[in-house]
Structures are given as structure tokens and as C-alpha cells.
């Protein structure tokens, strides 16, 4: 099970930081995968970790402004969300996978292995 923290209202321009940790397993074997999902809209890919935390992939749509970083010691997945625009305001989730073949297939398809209840991000003045 994930669980995913840290959502609430921020004006735009504002920073919120998500985190993700997980009960039943350790999340450090696993890469993690951020998905958020609008109202009436599709869900869609945000970004990815490594295990290790060396290799990121971020969308173009939060390039430059939202970073992922992990801290295995206390197995937590942190996305940094800075300069949130009109735009961001949707249903973050967090998702695992061991990725044993590779990442792509499971972020690019959204069919990783675990997945979060979501948290809410809005942004709004």
C-alpha cells in the first residue's frame, strides 16, 4: 500500500512538496512514479525515480519546476513542486514498481504495481 502526503491549496507561483512512503514493503526497491489526474481529464505521467535516486524523468509540463527526490533511509519519495501554475490542480498519485524489465513500459502505460489513494493539489488566489 502507498500513501501519498502533503496536498492542500496554494495560491500560483506557490510550492507544495508530496511525499510518498510506503506500509507492507520497502519502497526503496521499487521505482516511483507520479501520475496526477484533473477534473474531466485524463490521468497523466508527471515524473519518475530510480531506485537509487540517480535518474529522474520529468514531463515537459513540470520541467524546471518540480523535482524528485527520494531518501531511502526514511524509504520516502518527495516531489517538489515550486511555481505551480492555474494549471497543476488535480489528484497526485504516487505508484511503485520494481520495474524488473525496465520502467518504461510500467510509467509510460500507467500500469505500475502499487498505487496510492491520491492527495489533492490546488492552486488558486
Known amino acids: 500500500q502507498l500513501m501519498e502526503f502533503g496536498g492542500g491549496l496554494v495560491q500560483p507561483g506557490g510550492s507544495l512538496r508530496l511525499s510518498c512512503a510506503a506500509s507492507g514493503f520497502r519502497l526503496e526497491h521499487y521505482y516511483v512514479g507520479w501520475f496526477r489526474q484533473a477534473p474531466g481529464k485524463e490521468r497523466e505521467r508527471v515524473s519518475y525515480?530510480?531506485?537509487?535516486?540517480?535518474?529522474?524523468y520529468y514531463e515537459d509540463s513540470v520541467k524546471g519546476r518540480f523535482t524528485l527526490s527520494r531518501d531511502n533511509a526514511k524509504d520516502t519519495v518527495y516531489l517538489q513542486m515550486n511555481s505551480l501554475k492555474p494549471e497543476d490542480p488535480a489528484v497526485y498519485y504516487c505508484a511503485a514498481d520494481l520495474a524488473v524489465s525496465g520502467i518504461d513500459w510500467p510509467f509510460y502505460s500507467g500500469r505500475m504495481e502499487y498505487w496510492g489513494e491520491g492527495t489533492l493539489v490546488n492552486v488558486s488566489s
Open positions: 525515480i530510480s531506485r537509487s535516486g540517480t535518474n529522474t
